[in-house]
């Protein structure tokens, strides 16, 4: 199984994106999705996750900003008011464990698309 993930790009500061992941298979109502991000030099870190019914959970530094949501095989990141900050490169995942942060806990991934806000 091979995650799509699309929609990156370059963006102004304050501007917003919309990242789209395709999750192929029919195992995609009993997982998690999450989103991800490392920006250069730095550790990969969570962003959010969506479950199977739709439930969510976002990392405080975009909480108020970005909404992860799904929609049959595809699940996307609404990013809004964007920031230098959110400067990397996103990959999409997928586990089947429950509600989990860190990146080991997940078992599929995309290839990662590039976000950069310029300020």
């Known amino acids: 199984v091979q995650l799509q993930a699309s929609g990156g790009g370059l963006v102004q500061a304050g501007g917003y994106l919309r990242l789209s992941c395709e999750v192929p298979?029919?195992?995609?109502?009993?997982?998690?999705t999450a989103w991800f991000r490392q920006a250069p030099g730095k550790e990969r870190e969570f962003v959010a996750v969506v479950g199977s019914r739709g439930g969510t959970i976002y990392a405080d530094s975009v909480k108020d900003r970005f909404t992860v949501s799904r929609d049959r095989n595809t699940v996307y990141l609404q990013m809004n008011n964007l920031k230098p900050e959110d400067t990397a490169l996103y990959f999409c995942?997928?586990?089947?464990?429950?509600?989990?942060?860190?990146?080991?806990?997940?078992?599929?991934w995309g290839q990662g698309t590039l976000v950069t806000v310029s300020s």
């Open positions: 298979g029919r195992t995609f109502t009993t997982i998690y």
């Open positions: 995942a997928t586990s089947t464990l429950a509600w989990r942060k860190e990146s080991r806990d997940y078992n599929v």
